[in-house]
Structures are given as structure tokens and as C-alpha cells.
């Protein structure tokens, strides 16, 4: 019996948080104006040489946080960690960004670091960025490795629909 009231008092618990989420969420969201904002939600695209000439296709989700923080999440969920980063306004609707990831090998241990600098742009109305990144790898130290793999990025705003 006390097992279950611990399960029912877990639920309401992560449903009050839900609900609390989504409430800041719509907050968030009813500000008339996103127009040149990177603050939000976005589903990320960024092609990356491949190193035989072309490119790959790599997907992640991001979240701009108000106070410049970011935490993102690749597509590569065995090979890096969530990220987590910070973001600057660079003036007119230019952002530059940081997003640090743990590495991992194919056992899963940590073994460096991968570091993405970006330079986007926001358009006029803030549905969609684009821009550059370079990727940097270095060990769990922090002593770079590799530097200067250069790739595009673009991003679409995640939007109550």
C-alpha cells in the first residue's frame, strides 16, 4: 500500500511539473515579439564534411535559454553527451554560440571533449537561422586534439501549433 501511494504521489508530482513546464512554456511563447530572437526551442540541421569530399547530415534539438545559457541535444546520443553552452547577441539578429559535449567511445566511456562556435543569423520574422560552425575535439583535459572542421547550420523554431 505504501508502495503505491509513493508511485501516486510520484505521478501528481511529475504532472504538477508538466503542467508548471507547459504554463512557462506558453508564457514564453505569447511574447508578440519573437521577430530576430534566438531565445526558444529549435529542431537543428548542420551539414558536416564527411572527410571524402562530401557532406553528412546531422540533426539535434536546442534550447535558448533567455539568459544566454544553451542545452542541446544530438542526434548522436551514443558518440556525444547532451551539450551545454552559452549564447551572445552580437547585434542585428547575429548570435554566436558555445556548445560543449562529452565524447564517448563505443563502450560509452568519456573519452574528450567535442566543442561546436557558431555564428547564426535569425531572420526578420525568428522562424528559421543559419549559419556557420566549427567543430573542435579535445581531451577530457581540455588539450585540443583537432580544430577547424568547418560545417553549415540552420535551425526552425519550435512553435505550438
Known amino acids: 500500500m505504501k508502495a503505491k501511494r509513493s508511485i501516486l504521489t510520484v505521478a501528481v508530482l511529475a504532472s504538477a511539473i508538466g503542467l508548471t513546464a507547459i504554463g512557462v512554456h506558453s508564457t514564453a511563447t505569447a511574447v508578440p515579439n519573437n521577430a530576430g530572437r534566438i531565445e526558444g526551442s529549435w529542431r537543428i540541421t548542420a551539414q558536416v ?3 571524402a569530399g ?7 534539438l536546442a534550447t535558448f535559454s533567455y539568459d544566454g ?9 551514443f558518440a556525444l553527451s547532451n ?10 539578429r547575429y548570435y554566436d554560440s558555445r556548445v560543449v559535449y562529452f565524447r564517448h567511445d563505443d563502450l560509452g566511456v568519456v573519452v574528450g571533449l567535442t566543442e561546436a562556435r557558431a555564428q547564426v543569423r535569425v531572420n526578420p520574422s525568428g522562424h528559421w537561422f543559419s549559419g556557420r560552425f566549427r567543430l573542435y575535439t579535445s581531451d577530457i583535459g581540455g588539450k585540443l586534439e583537432k580544430a577547424g572542421v568547418d560545417g553549415l547550420v540552420t535551425g526552425e523554431r519550435i512553435t505550438v501549433e
Open 54 to 60: 562530401g557532406t553528412t547530415t546531422a540533426y539535434a
Open 83 to 92: 551539450g551545454h553552452g552559452a549564447w551572445e547577441n552580437l547585434g542585428n
Open 49 to 51: 564534411p564527411d572527410g
Open 69 to 77: 545559457g544553451i542545452v542541446e541535444t544530438p542526434q548522436e546520443k
